[in-house]
């Protein structure tokens, strides 16, 4: 429908500057294809990377807020792509993993306290993933969402709801 008026307009604007205008139907086509991709919602964008420390802002207007517990509204609905360690929050009899924290360093909320709830990602991949180790790092991509959650190995600040994850 958008394309169609498009097209119409183009062809008006033609018709007006010029007596005579000979649009084939391939440059007709051609003209719809390239205003149909102009139009299409940034969903074949690559995921913005993100280093850890991406995850705190660099200001905060209210510096009572520790700093543990600053979070980035911007990144909020954003595509991102973040490197680290998956920790099993839930898992079916196969071990197939569908919710699970995503950690800056090996060992968080297993080995050693975990890390600041602006450091620690909960995410959710329905699809799921089922790891031969729990030392090994992925980069995983999803949309990012700045909200709380509380389990029981740790609190994240952020959310993600992941669609794609591979070895680091």
């Known amino acids: 429908m ?3 008026n498009i097209l ?3 062809l008006s604007v033609a018709m007006e500057n010029s007596r005579s205008v000979c649009l084939t139907p391939l440059v007709a086509f051609s003209f719809l294809v ?3 991709l102009l139009l299409l919602p940034n969903a074949a964008a690559e995921p913005k990377v993100l280093e850890w420390s991406d995850l705190v802002p660099r ?3 209210d510096l009572r807020i520790p700093y543990g517990e600053r979070v ?3 990144l909020n609905s954003q595509q991102i792509r973040i490197p680290g ?3 099993p929050v839930e898992f079916d009899e196969q071990y197939v993993i569908t919710r699970f924290l995503i950690v800056p360093y090996f060992g968080a909320c297993i080995h050693e306290p975990p890390p600041p709830p602006n450091q620690t990602i909960y995410a959710e991949f329905e699809k799921g993933i089922q790891l031969d180790s729990l030392w090994s790092p992925f980069w995983i991509e999803g949309m990012i969402m700045a909200t709380k959650v ?3 190995m740790a609190t994240a ?3 993600l709801t992941a669609n794609k994850i591979e070895p680091f």
Do not use: F, L, W
Request: zero cysteines.
């Open 34 to 36: 390239m205003s149909s």
């Open 157 to 159: 600040y952020y959310s």
């Open 85 to 87: 360690y998956i920790v």
């Open 59 to 61: 200001e905060t207007a």
């Open 2 to 4: 958008i394309q169609r």
């Open 72 to 74: 980035r509204q911007d």
């Open 8 to 10: 119409e307009v183009y």
């Open 150 to 152: 509380e389990e029981n």
